[in-house]
């Protein structure tokens, strides 16, 4: 009787042991985070929340500091490569007033730069630009371009053809045929040719034809060397839009009011050489 009370006794101990073991164990070592967290330790913060507050608060407390250390110190490198970038354009053009010195300029493109006048930048007579605009609308403008005379052209198109790449080549075609007519009729203006606008990897994400856009401008600039117009490159890294999303709209595609006062129209100003009397 008293081995049989021994054996159970025995039992008894050995499984308390493997529970206090495994308990051990599981707080020691707490679940592994989601490989699809965002922010690290945000899956370990929700474990320990899951378990006695009074046990961890002190873990959670640190935790946070930890995650809210890290934003900030992410938030004060963005402002400093914000403030790098656009010190790159020169100050006396971010103060220029735009009206006086682009009135002798005209800008012509689809909605990208018909912004700059529904924002009230520019007037109608220095922004001539449609939404949905492409080389067709180009053509059409072209003898009201040509009377206008402008000392300075800055065109803008592509955006609206980027659906296609197989149509890229023709567009370009159509696009330097435009181009050829206002030299041949403007053969005292100076002409610009933008790339076009990178977007921000949501929005190639939302629409996957948008990655069409560097082979576009690849085309865009080669045609610009072939006529000897002035291509304006916004991919190349010297532009503040491109390293700040906060230059961007919801959709990651158009640009806000800040980016054409900050960003666009002083980069104009420099690469046309426009003296700001």
């Not at 474990?47 to 938030?75: F, G, I, M, P, Y």
């Not at 595609?253 to 046309?272: D, G, N």
């Amino acid at each position: 009787m008293h081995r049989f009370a021994d054996r159970m006794l025995l039992i008894v101990l050995v499984a308390a042991i493997g529970i206090m073991s495994i308990r051990l164990f599981s707080v020691s070592f707490p679940a592994r985070a989601e490989k699809n967290d965002s922010i690290k330790g945000v899956s370990y913060l929700a474990h320990l929340e899951e378990q006695d507050v009074s046990n961890n608060e002190s873990a959670v407390d640190a935790v946070r500091a930890k995650l809210e250390a890290q934003k900030k110190k992410n938030n004060e490198k963005s402002n400093k490569d914000n403030k790098q970038n656009k010190s790159k354009i020169d100050k006396k053009y971010l103060n220029a007033d735009f009206p006086k010195v682009f009135k002798n300029t005209i800008i012509s493109g689809d909605s990208l730069v018909k912004a700059i006048y529904e924002y009230g930048i520019l007037d109608k007579k220095t922004v001539r630009a449609e939404i949905g605009a492409g080389t067709k609308y180009l053509s059409k403008i072209t003898k009201k371009l040509v009377k206008a005379k402008p000392k300075y052209l800055v065109l803008h198109y592509g955006e609206n053809e980027v659906g296609n790449k197989d149509y890229a080549e023709l567009f370009v075609s159509k696009y330097k045929k435009c181009i050829q007519t206002l030299q041949k009729k403007l053969p005292d203006t100076k002409i610009f040719v933008d790339s076009i606008f990178p977007v921000l990897k949501k929005a190639y994400e939302d629409e996957p034809y948008l990655k069409n856009i560097r082979y576009y401008n690849s085309l865009i600039k080669k045609m610009a060397g072939e006529l000897g117009v002035t291509y304006i490159d916004f991919n190349s890294g010297e532009y503040g839009m491109f390293d700040d999303e906060s230059y961007y709209d919801a959709d990651g595609v158009h640009p806000v009011r800040s980016f054409y006062t900050e960003q666009y129209l002083p980069y104009i100003l420099m690469k046309a050489g426009i003296k700001l009397d």
